[in-house]
Each structure stands twice: as C-alpha cells, then as structure tokens.
C-alpha cells in the first residue's frame, strides 16, 4: 500500500513557475513507474508527465519543454518542475504510482494549480 500526499500548488500569473512534489509513504517508490496527471473542470483527467523505475522521463505534447518530471527514490518524492505556465495549465494535479510488473496502482488526492492573470 503507498499513500500519496501532493503539495505545491496555487496560484501563478502566466509566464510563471511552480514545483509540485509528491511525497510517498507506506512503500518505497524504487519500484514504482511514477506520474503526474491533470483533470481541469469538464475535461478527462489526463496524463501530464511520467518517469520510470530508471528515470526515463515521457511528456504530454502540450507540456514539453515547459515541465520538467524528476524523482529521488531516498527521498520517496516526485517532483514536477513546471515553468512558462499558460491559463490552460490551470487543473487538479494528481500523482500516481504503478507498481512494475503488477499493476498495481495508487493516486494522491490531488493539489490545485491556477494559471491566472
């Protein structure tokens, strides 16, 4: 069982930065492909941002170049580095683990993030 807990988020003008981490807990993360997802109201959650068990990151054609994902598995943290934000970056972000070979997989609850002038 692994425990998510995001944090991060807020309010930021457009142009700006912010850095979401996601803290683990219950089982260490080394075995986990980890990821960022997004769900802006009336959309479907989408993802934003993956990196596997060797830290092979993978993005969102709408966020590359702009978001950066990075993991540190002594820590037990993700993180999402995200600059240049834009009004449609605006979302609930959640994290995610996936167990390797199992399938197995769990959710954080999810921090806001608001792109605004």
């Known amino acids: 069982q692994v425990q998510l807990v995001e944090s991060g988020g807020g309010l930021v003008h457009p142009g700006g930065s912010l850095r979401l981490s996601c803290q683990a807990s219950g089982s260490g993360i080394s075995v986990y492909n980890m990821g960022w997802y997004r769900q802006a109201p009336g959309k479907q959650r989408e993802l934003v941002a993956r990196?596997?068990?060797?830290?092979?990151?993978n993005y969102a054609d709408s966020v590359k170049g702009r978001f950066t994902i990075s993991r540190d598995n002594a820590k037990n943290s993700v993180y999402l580095q995200m600059s240049s934000l834009k009004p449609e970056d605006t979302a609930v972000y959640y994290c995610h683990a996936l167990r390797v070979f199992s399938g197995t997989n769990y959710w954080g609850q999810g921090t806001q993030v608001t792109v605004s002038s």
């Open positions: 990196i596997t068990i060797g830290s092979t990151p």
